[in-house]
């Protein structure tokens, strides 16, 4: 069953569904991937580009479908001709050492194709140019590798092996089923349980993980489902650092798999912002429910641009016509953002960190900070009829009770209470604190004392990880009805951020990011150690 979903996946994929898990095959045969383009408007040339275990530095061109020789005469071959006589360049590459070239294609290579590749590498071997060959690897060699990759470690039990079709199934147009693909990882890492396992064992299974994540998702790739491909790979990233904390692995076991996750993640949030740039409108579907669904839409946006924004600026990317449509875009939009649930508030505060760097302004401290704590003391009002659903229900959960006066009522209420607490206040209370705006506190405290505030601490940096934890402390807080100023500003000055795990403390922009995949793990501490940690990165 599970080789015929490989079949299967082969036969209909593009070029940038099966280049994510062609990476995984390569780094489980010890390859170390330094590039892997995101198929821009404007090629660069080499698809992926590795350095081989021997260290000697690998170029591949990717393509998909049979490859005739007409296709090969008019598109194909001068390609290829780059790849075998072209520089590789890339800082990471000894430009000193010749490089070995491959093309890559999920179908297969007429013979008289074939031919004429031998013909032009015979070529180069007369002219004593040996190290000029260009190799190719097709269908049935790239079904071989993702078997030897793993297939026999993917899920075995019955539920899971339906999930996975469920999953690989999908339409690909709409929402992850992020409950689904966490069954899968769970299925794959068994973070339960308790058996040794060796380390070449450990990293075959997070390459295998990334290969099924690949598959599982292949059809909203095709889509060019940039949100959905996100959400997947921070879910991904998160598995591997719950497997790295369960086993206590080194770095040097997961780092490569960890790099190609993370070029994804910056890959598709690049691609998004492009496909935003090309967007004129962003209603769809009903007429009636989108305009509301709109802004639930544009929220998620503005919080993914905030965060591509503020990963340019950290890692100081050359500024170009990209910071500036970013500037525009969130400037233009900052007043469409919608609360539909606490789920959103890592959103807000992704956008909200980046606002503050392009307007110096207290607009960003007021229309977001203050704006919030004033809406969720409002709304979740011990003695209020509406609610904000706590961040465990995601955005397609609440809205149709939300959207009940428009679309008619509601056949099943949510079972919780949100009334009288809130998981994000507190910490959005220490984030308005440490901005000084006293007055403005003063004037809020006595409806922030009305509600709880609420967290969950899980039992260990495992389960920190994991989609759903049944291990961890429900934690209360009662907030003082009388403050003193100066004892509330002590306490939202801290930040060691001590309950972050250290595989992604070193990484605060993936933190931000997992957040916003994982609201149910927001508390205060993380938003300000975040919040000291996203002071550092300089303006645009």
Known sequence: MLER?????????????????????????????????????????????????????????????????????????????DLVCGQINHPSVDTSKYHRSYFVTNGRIEEEVSRAIDDRNRAWESQNQSYRRLETIVRGELFEKAKRLGIDLWPSELTDVKTLLEMFLESGQGVLPKEKLASLFESIFQLDGEAELSEAYCKRVIASAGLLCAIAISNFSNENNHVAEI??????????????????????????????????????????????????????????????????????????????????RRDEVPKNEVDDFLREFCKEKRCQLELWGEAAIPQFLAFFWYFRKIDATPEPDFRILYSLISSICKINHPNTEVFLANPYYEAEETLPHLLAPVLGSIEDPLEDVFTGKSYALEG????????????????????????????????????????????????????????????????????????????????????????CVYPHRMNAEIMRWLDTQMKEIPRP
């Open 5 to 81: 979903v490989v079949e299967n996946w082969l036969d209909k994929a593009t070029e940038r569904s099966f280049q994510q898990p062609f990476c995984y095959m390569l780094s489980a045969e010890g390859h170390t991937i330094i590039h892997s383009t995101r198929h821009p408007a404007m090629e660069l040339g080499n698809d992926i580009i590795t350095i081989a275990s021997d260290g000697t530095p690998c170029a591949y061109q990717l393509k998909t479908g049979n490859i005739s020789l007409r296709k090969w005469r008019d598109e194909v071959g001068s390609q290829t001709d």
């Open 231 to 312: 959400e997947t790979w921070m879910m991904y990233i998160s598995y591997v650092f719950a497997f790295v904390e369960k086993r206590e692995l080194s770095d040097n076991i997961y780092k490569g798999e960890l790099e190609i996750a993370t070029q994804s993640l910056y890959n598709s949030l690049a691609n998004l912002c492009d496909e935003i740039k090309e967007r004129e409108e962003f209603i769809e579907g009903d007429f009636l429910a989108d305009p509301y669904i709109y802004r639930v839409r544009i929220t998620w946006l503005l919080g993914l641009v905030g965060i591509y924004a503020l990963w340019r």
């Open 428 to 515: 959005l209370v220490h984030l308005f604190v440490r901005r000084n705006w006293k007055q403005a506190m003063k004037f809020l405290w006595a409806d922030v004392t009305r509600l709880d505030f609420v967290s969950f601490e899980p039992a260990n940096f495992c389960e920190f990880y994991r989609w759903r934890s049944e291990e961890g402390t429900n934690k209360i807080v009662h907030p003082k009805h009388t403050q003193e100023w100066e004892e509330l500003k002590a306490l939202s000055c801290k930040s060691e951020g001590d309950c972050i795990p250290p595989t992604i403390k070193s990484d605060p922009i993936l933190l931000l990011l997992f957040l």
